[in-house]
């Protein structure tokens, strides 16, 4: 049974940085997601990193402040969030459809319980 487990979250002032961090168990070798849900808005996608962390994605809001890693080794994907703003307070979630990043999200999948992360002063 393929389990995610996301940690890391907190309170940051606008401008900081926090590292996220997914804990994977199970069959790993899959491409991984991040999501985020902020109160009253819709699911967005974030970023993607495949299998070998040989590709990486981004959404459009967070490019050039967020970078997603991996560490195959250990099991855990991270996203190292900077130049932190209000607006990217939201709850963060990991998972995987078993698909590549190439492909669009199928709807389904594994989920993280996520970790709220709020930006504020």
């Known amino acids: 049974q393929l389990q995610l487990v996301e940690s890391g979250g907190g309170l940051v002032q606008p401008g900081g940085s926090l590292r996220l961090s997914c804990a994977v168990s199970?069959?790993?070798?899959?491409?991984i997601r991040w999501f985020r849900q902020a109160p009253g808005k819709e699911r967005e996608g974030v970023s993607c990193?495949?299998?070998?962390?040989?590709?990486?994605h981004y959404a459009d809001s967070v490019k050039g402040r967020f970078t997603i890693s991996r560490d195959n080794a250990k099991n855990t994907v991270y996203l190292q969030m900077g130049s932190l703003k209000p607006e990217d307070t939201a709850i963060y979630y990991c998972?995987?459809?078993?698909?590549?990043?190439?492909?669009?999200?199928?709807?389904?999948?594994?989920w993280g319980r996520g970790t709220q992360v709020t930006v504020s002063s």
């Open positions: 998972a995987t459809d078993l698909f590549s990043c190439d492909v669009p999200w199928s709807g389904g999948g594994y």
């Open positions: 199970g069959f790993t070798l899959y491409a």
């Open positions: 990193i495949s299998s070998s962390g040989g590709s990486t």
